[in-house]
């Protein structure tokens, strides 16, 4: 892995150097196979170091999630041992024994709980391997008896990863037919992408027997086919023989065995590593399309906020100068954009704020706080009944006194007072929050904003005093003189008319309009009746009806509005629901809707109630009077009898019709003229005095507040954002400098082609079907098209070149050669394009046992 050891440190180092985080996503090496199969060692030859637990039976008895990292100096640290070093790999083998038996006990238990360990390496890459408990049938000690289930569940737990390259460990002397190993990667793996088959124990094969066919991938083939390793005995494990002795050694082997040396090159441990090496470049280089455009989106990001802080220096005045002046402008521009409106990108589409809200104020909160402050019509209708009584006094009133009438029109009008008040506060509440919001860039600075902020708010503050007077006057206006003669009015002949008419047909005739549609739930029915989900309400001046949804095609009720009236639901404290609720309800207790005594309708916020309250206000729904009862004293007693008496007097009742109606006629000219003028002086007093000072007198006050060089010091924060910045601008622009390099620096394998590897659920399922074991004597291969790596064997050569001797084989000669070879020369390879006919008749045999 040299090659690809600098350029991946390279490009992580542009980031963990500038401390930015990167992810490359680098795939996970698992190791699977049976017991005692030599998965630890193909682990211990990566690392170069022997640190992993020996012995016979099960030693590997819980994941370990070995991360290789690349380092100045050589050292292991454990997970559950934060902090600590780890130089002696001996102590690191002792730990992981230690910390094995502290999870699963010493007797053979097993656990999927993972030991993690980090080896820092300078001769290693950053990638993560998998040492996986064998595979076992037969549960001892401590194991349970589903001990096989346990183990497969924990493989698959890291062999399902797409980013995991799977291993499959099979010593030569065993069935290769029967590997378990192969049969789990092939259900998490069909395609075969990532599997790469591993060939150990080649060296403890019977002799005369070898595993050329299943090397060179005619024997069961699979996809990447198979690599073998020989790996150090037991014996040379207890004799502390030295890994790179070990591959020596087995690059001694292969190249002296005569199965084995015509592709030695594609055998041993270092070729092995080799494959990864290749399939981690594939993975990188299929990684870079996706790295390389996350990096050039948030170099778009950073670019502009960057460019104002290349050139930033701390301490020049002039800079900072100017950095104030473009930020009082950009307050100017965003407080005019907020309040009058606009189209830009950076409109709110999650509320509504500033001028939208302002707006909603003025045309539906003023006018619902209007109705809700008028007097219940009972109250009012005694109010009127005392006023005329009291104004006769001793004598019988022949004719409908006009000073009641104004008496009771100018307590209507003082009723104003508090509404428009309420307005006012409203407005300027929404403004403070329109100030913050603009003042929100000039967070780099908090001494200027909190100054600025200042200033607006007390100049707001100032102007709302002078609006609250100037909006009372024009209500003291209304109080000093009342204008029958207005056109609108109504007049005392018409109001007697009027309530002639009403008495006679008893009811009012109203069009019956649409004012309102939108989506509300009905609160408290329950889920089984229809209730707890959104329907579509449409509203007129008559009923409200409800609809399953916008097409108004299924209607579920309608719902007339006579004497019906509003009221707030307040909601338990034991409510999970975060919806706001108001009723619908009949003073008298009746029924409103099938067997429930009040409508109880939500919405998602409390604008949306306040503005379907105002709609209900149009139909002639008003909310519900919340009236102050007295001690019980006995002249609250008196007043309620004589009021009771004075309902049975016909001429009083005609006059109490008759003022109530001119009342009634003059509040609706002053209200009207409320809601006009209250808005226009809270526009002129305020909001627009408060735009011309931000644009005129802002920067003036702020530099007569004090020190301008303690205004624009840049906050803690700011300062290391900034610098934060700057480092990930610089990564980003270097991430992209070196991902080309890699792109130049390396080279992609193509993915070798598909090969029939149905052998492996029939194989495994059916033993009698299975193909001879390796260890058997060795027969012609069949004519399987394909090997490792896409290449055919060499050709002998031309020359009668004995062979060399096979070492540890007594005689020192060749094997024993089939029948019809000459003697004295080494028997050519089976290749697939010329079979010999002895080949070509057994090549039928050798399919039917596949």
Not at 179 to 197: H, M
Not at 496 to 523: D, F, P, W, Y
Not at 654 to 678: A, G
Request: glycine fraction near 8%.
């Amino acid at each position: 892995m040299d090659n690809l050891i600098p350029i991946v440190n390279k490009l992580q180092d542009a980031f963990t150097s500038l401390g930015v985080h990167m992810q490359l996503d680098l795939p996970q090496i698992a190791v699977v196979g049976g017991q005692s199969a030599g998965k630890s060692s193909v682990l211990e030859n990566f690392v170069g170091k022997d640190f992993l637990p020996r012995g016979s039976g099960i030693v590997t008895r819980r994941p370990l999630i070995l991360q290789l990292i690349h380092g100045v100096t050589e050292y292991g640290e454990f997970l559950h041992c934060k902090g600590k070093k780890f130089l002696n790999f001996d102590e690191i083998r002792k730990e992981i024994e230690d910390e094995t038996d502290r999870v699963t006990g010493s007797n053979k238990g097993i656990s999927n709980i993972p030991i993690n360990l980090r080896v820092y390496s300078p001769h290693v890459l950053n990638l993560t391997l998998i040492d996986l408990p064998g595979l076992t049938k037969v549960a001892i000690g401590d194991q349970p008896v589903d001990i096989e289930q346990q183990i497969k569940q924990m493989i698959f737990q890291f062999i399902r990863k797409e980013t995991c390259l799977i291993l499959a460990v099979t010593p030569a002397n065993t069935d290769l037919a029967n590997s378990d190993a192969l049969k789990l990667a092939k259900e998490v793996d069909p395609q075969g992408v990532r599997t790469i088959g591993v060939i150990t124990k080649l060296d403890l094969m019977d002799e005369g027997t070898d595993a050329r066919d299943i090397l060179e991938n005619k024997l069961l083939p699979l996809r990447r086919g198979y690599i073998g390793v020989v790996n150090r005995s037991q014996k040379d494990i207890e004799g502390r023989k030295d890994i790179h002795q070990a591959l020596a050694a087995e690059r001694k082997f292969f190249l002296s065995h005569s199965s084995y040396r015509h592709m030695a090159d594609r055998l041993g441990t270092p070729y092995l590593q080799r494959v990864l090496n290749q399939q981690l470049t594939n993975h990188i280089r299929d990684t870079l399309p996706g790295l390389r455009d996350k990096l050039q989106k948030q170099m778009l990001t950073l670019e502009k906020e960057v460019e104002e802080f290349k050139h930033f220096q701390p301490g020049d005045a002039s800079i900072k100068t100017k950095a104030m002046l473009q930020m009082i402008q950009q307050l100017q521009s965003d407080f005019e954009r907020t309040i009058e409106g606009s189209g830009s990108a950076l409109v709110n589409t999650n509320e509504l704020s500033g001028g939208a809200k302002i707006n909603r104020i003025f045309h539906e909160r003023l006018r619902f706080e209007i109705v809700k402050m008028a007097c219940d019509e009972k109250e009012l209708r005694r109010e009127i009944s005392f006023a005329i009584r009291n104004i006769h006094g001793i004598r019988v009133g022949l004719f409908t006194p006009d000073m009641a009438f104004e008496a009771i029109v100018k307590r209507q009008i003082a009723l104003l007072k508090e509404p428009v008040i309420k307005c006012v506060d409203l407005v300027v509440q929404e403004l403070s929050v329109v100030v913050r919001m603009c003042t929100a860039k000039m967070g780099r600075y908090p001494r200027l904003r909190e100054e600025t902020e200042r200033i607006i708010t007390t100049h707001v503050r100032q102007r709302e005093h002078s609006c609250k007077e100037q909006i009372l006057l024009l209500i003291d206006f209304e109080l000093a003189y009342m204008n029958t003669n207005h056109e609108d009015f109504i007049g005392f002949a018409n109001a007697q008319n009027k309530s002639e008419n009403a008495n006679k047909t008893g009811t009012r005739q109203l069009g019956n309009q649409v004012i309102r549609k939108g989506h509300m739930v009905i609160q408290n029915l329950g889920i089984m009746k229809g209730g707890s989900r959104p329907y579509w309400f449409v509203l007129t001046s008559e009923s409200i009806s409800w609809y399953k949804d916008e097409d108004e095609k299924e209607k579920k009720f309608m719902l007339p509005l006579d004497g019906l009236k509003l009221r707030d639901i307040e909601q338990g404290f034991m409510s999970m629901s975060r919806r706001v609720t108001f009723a619908l309800f009949s003073p008298d207790g009746r029924n409103v809707y099938k067997d429930y005594k009040q409508l109880e309708l939500s919405c998602e916020t409390v604008e949306d109630v306040e503005s379907w309250k105002a709609s209900f206000l149009r139909a002639g729904v008003y909310p519900e009077k919340q009236e102050t009862q007295e001690n019980g004293d006995e002249e609250g007693q008196e007043q309620k009898s004589t009021s009771e008496e004075s309902s049975s007097d016909p001429q009083l009742e005609r006059q109490v019709e008759t003022i109530r109606n001119l009342v009634d006629s003059y509040m609706k000219i002053v209200t009207k003229t409320t809601r006009d003028m209250v808005p226009k002086a809270i526009m002129m007093l305020i909001i627009n005095n408060a735009k011309d000072f931000i644009n005129g007198e802002l920067l003036a006050h702020l530099y007569a507040s004090g020190d301008q060089a303690q205004m624009m010091e840049e906050s803690a924060e700011s300062a290391t954002r900034r610098e934060e910045m700057l480092r990930m601008y610089r990564a980003c622009k270097d991430a992209l400098q070196i991902i080309g390099d890699v792109s130049m620096a390396t080279v992609s394998s193509p993915l070798p082609p598909p090969v029939k590897n149905d052998w492996l659920p029939s194989g495994l399922d059916n033993p009698r079907l299975s193909p001879p074991s390796p260890g058997g004597p060795r027969k012609p291969a069949p004519t399987v098209q394909g090997s490792l790596g896409g290449r055919n064997p060499p050709l002998p050569p031309a020359t009668g070149r004995p062979a060399p001797a096979i070492p540890n084989r007594p005689g020192g000669g060749a094997p024993p050669l089939p029948g019809g070879r000459p003697g004295g020369a080494l028997p050519p390879p089976m290749l697939p394009s010329s079979c010999t006919p002895r080949t070509a008749q057994k090549t039928p045999k050798r399919r039917g046992q596949l």
